[in-house]
């Protein structure tokens, strides 16, 4: 049905099951009862278990030979920047370096 079933809070999740019918969670009342608050008080068990129970992954290399893909190929291009991209890209390079190098002190 989708690949991101997520988007902003697990409440994304009611819309799902309920699209799905998913019996007894596409009703609010037991959504909210039975996988929302538990899952708001740190009670992740129930949500697992629905999702469990519904979830399908398919991995590409078990479907590799079904999906006809192309090798993949590595390809490398040199640009040549203008002297004012040249001057751009170094200095962001040197302070960004910096930039990293001071936060990494601070550990």
């Given at each position: 049905?989708?690949?991101?079933?997520?988007?902003?809070?697990?409440?994304?999740?009611?819309?799902?099951?309920?699209?799905?019918?998913?019996?007894p969670y596409?009703?609010?009342?037991?959504?909210?009862?039975?996988?929302?608050?538990?899952?708001?008080?740190?009670?992740?068990?129930?949500?697992?278990?629905?999702?469990?129970?519904?979830l399908w992954?398919?991995?590409?290399?078990?479907?590799?030979?079904?999906?006809?893909?192309?090798?993949?190929?590595?390809?490398?291009?040199?640009?040549?920047?203008?002297?004012?991209?040249?001057?751009?890209?170094?200095?962001?390079?040197?302070?960004?370096?910096?930039?990293?190098?001071?936060?990494?002190?601070?550990?």
């Open positions: 049905v989708t690949g991101t079933p997520i988007g902003k809070s697990v409440n994304d999740l009611h819309g799902l099951l309920l699209f799905l019918q998913i019996d596409w009703v609010e009342t037991w959504w909210k009862l039975s996988i929302y608050e538990p899952f708001c008080f740190g009670n992740k068990q129930p949500i697992l278990e629905v999702l469990r129970s519904i992954r398919t991995c590409k290399k078990d479907v590799l030979n079904q999906i006809d893909i192309p090798g993949q190929q590595e390809e490398t291009h040199w640009l040549q920047f203008s002297p004012v991209e040249e001057h751009f890209y170094r200095r962001q390079h040197i302070d960004i370096s910096r930039d990293v190098v001071g936060r990494l002190r601070k550990y």
